[in-house]
């Protein structure tokens, strides 16, 4: 049973251009999260989708920011036009149901330049 | 809204103990503990409900005083493989979001 998969690992862009961040969550778990981590910090969180809605998005940044889990395919985080401060790990996690246990992946690293 | 850890940072002697708390100014629902090695993910340790849960495996366990909005991690005959980032992760009633508190670093020594 494959865990929580990211992809890609590590993305370096240039400032204004965008970021795909992809997370396929484990098998039977249809409720995804992302965190982000800034270096040398805690976890902050970010969205919170079940297949086709957004559940809570309260801790999005209003403006590039957006989320998505389609019926079919990955979970994907998008940053548009990015900044340096964008720079950091993101970490998608999955769990079966709501209030469970939340499993993490290995998160992207994104480096803004 | 963020749950308080202490202490921020520990130094162990392999096979000492420890103990990390974390501590909310809101009712919680759940409280979940990870380990986060650098460079790592979050690893799940293990996640207590309230109604003052204790639980553990090998030789670490956790206790959540539901009324005192608190969680505490024991750690048992540390072993270097304890070492890392410790977070725990706040859970308000049916939300799904965890608010995680700002860690406490563990390093064990030989």
């Known amino acids: 049973n494959a865990g929580v998969m990211q992809n890609p690992r590590h993305l370096v862009r240039r400032r204004g251009q965008e970021a795909r961040l992809r997370c396929s969550p484990m098998?039977?778990?249809?409720?995804v999260y992302w965190y982000r981590q800034l270096p040398e910090e805690g976890l902050k969180f970010m969205v919170y989708?079940?297949?086709?809605?957004?559940?809570?998005e309260s801790g999005m940044p209003k403006e590039r920011f957006s989320a998505e889990f389609p019926k079919e395919g990955p979970s994907i985080l998008r940053i548009q036009q990015v900044v340096r401060g964008d720079s950091a790990a993101y970490f998608c996690?999955?769990?079966?149901?709501?209030?469970?246990?939340?499993?993490f992946g290995p998160g992207t690293r994104l480096l803004v330049l | 809204q963020q749950p308080v850890q202490s202490p921020q940072a520990v130094i162990l002697r392999e096979g000492e103990d420890a103990v990390i708390n974390c501590s909310s100014s809101?009712?919680?629902?759940?409280v979940h503990w990870y380990r986060q090695k650098h460079g790592e993910a979050p690893v799940f340790l293990m996640i207590?409900?309230?109604?003052?849960e204790q639980k553990g495996h090998d030789k670490i366990s956790a206790s959540f005083n539901e009324k005192k909005q608190q969680s505490s991690l024991y750690l048992t005959a540390s072993q270097l493989s304890y070492s890392g980032t410790y977070f725990c992760?706040?859970?308000?009633?049916?939300?799904?979001?965890?608010?995680f508190g700002q860690g406490t670093t563990l390093q064990v020594k030989p």
């Open positions: 996690a999955s769990s079966p149901t709501v209030a469970d246990t939340q499993y």
């Open positions: 098998k039977g778990h249809s409720h």
């Open positions: 989708l079940q297949k086709e809605n957004i559940i809570d």
């Open positions: 809101k009712a919680l629902y759940s």
């Open positions: 207590l409900l309230k109604g003052g």
């Open positions: 992760g706040t859970e308000i009633a049916g939300t799904g979001k965890l608010i």
